[in-house]
């Protein structure tokens, strides 16, 4: 691990501030994802500022009968919380699906979103990799590439994006709010937040230079039924090689999203309005354009099947 300079602040304001003073500098939480990224060499911010103090850690209601959930809320206590599980059920399973109990005590909303691709290739550092190292190229093309994209992939990257919250937040449609260094705030859907690879996949989300994720916000419940399914290769502590967030209403319609097989979490309205005609008709048009290697075309079934598993459990 390389050297770096720390500092604690207080105010999201300072935070954005110390940002942009520190070429290099890095916000840290958790740290559940940057520390081992920072142990390979693959990050190495030149200053850490901790951004733990900022009292970004409760879950409020909004006026418009929705959450807004600070981005220092562990995954723990988000999981756990009453009106989350009562009336975002698939939230809670999508994050007790992920990491072990330890990780989950430590990660924070804000942390979980901007976790970077678990590819082995980008983990590899004797391996060219363009979202490590643009323009060395993707060695994940020609290699092994059972875990990786079929959607949203370019000729410059086929890593997917690997977290379980996003994709439930994505199926509830929610949006994230940022501190900006210009004393601004912005507020970005989800389904905005994490850019397609395209020829910078070095670049996971559009979040600029010293700007701070500060909340997520949850629209009013959707009701329904809700539903997060995750294939994995072991029954725990394992990413997904695909994973399905659903909720589904009375009437046979509602909403899916997908992980595991893109640089973000996949969803098209179009798909949803499929969900009454079955599983097939809704990973048609899902993976429609869909780019697969030999090693991972299998995901294009196990999408189809999963989704028939979750339809088969709402119907039951």
């Known amino acids: 691990m390389k050297s770096f300079t720390y500092e604690r602040v207080k105010s999201p304001e300072e935070a954005v501030k110390a940002a942009m003073a520190r070429k290099g500098a ?6 559940t994802n940057l520390i081992d990224l920072m142990k390979l060499e693959i990050e190495t911010p030149t200053h850490l500022i901790d951004v733990n103090g900022l009292g970004l850690d409760d879950i409020r209601e909004t006026e418009e009968g ?4 600070g981005a220092l ?3 723990t206590d988000l999981a756990s919380d009453r009106r989350v599980r009562r009336d975002y059920g698939v939230l809670t399973r999508a994050i007790v699906a992920g990491a072990s109990g330890q990780l989950r005590n430590k990660a924070s909303t804000g942390g979980n979103l901007l976790q970077r691709t678990r590819c082995p290739y980008f983990y590899d550092t004797n391996m060219p990799c363009n979202k490590r190292q643009p323009g060395e190229g993707c060695s994940a093309k020609e290699g092994y590439s059972r875990q990786l994209g079929i959607m949203g992939v370019s000729d410059a ?11 439930a937040l994505r199926v509830l449609d929610a949006t994230v709010e940022t501190a900006r260094p210009d004393g601004t705030e912005r507020t970005i859907p ?4 994490h850019r397609l690879p395209g020829d910078s996949p070095d670049k996971d989300n559009v979040l600029d230079k010293g700007e701070l994720i500060t909340a997520v916000t949850l629209p009013k419940p959707l009701g329904g039924r809700h539903f997060y399914h995750k294939v994995r290769d072991r029954r725990s502590y394992a990413f997904a090689l695909v994973s399905v967030a659903a909720v589904v209403q009375p009437d046979g319609t509602g909403r899916v999203a997908v992980g595991g097989i893109a640089p973000k979490p996949w969803r098209d309205e179009a798909a949803d309005a499929q969900l009454p005609n079955g599983a097939s008709a809704v990973a048609r048009v899902l993976t429609k354009g869909a780019r697969t290697t030999e090693h991972n075309r299998f995901k294009l079934a196990l999408i189809e099947r999963t989704i028939a598993a979750v339809l088969q459990q709402a119907r039951g």
């Open 26 to 31: 890095k916000f840290i939480a958790g740290g």
């Open 157 to 167: 990257c086929i890593a997917t994006y690997p977290g379980d919250m996003a994709v």
């Open 73 to 75: 809320v562990s995954n």
């Open 66 to 69: 929705g959450l807004r959930i």
């Open 190 to 193: 989800i389904a905005d937040f």
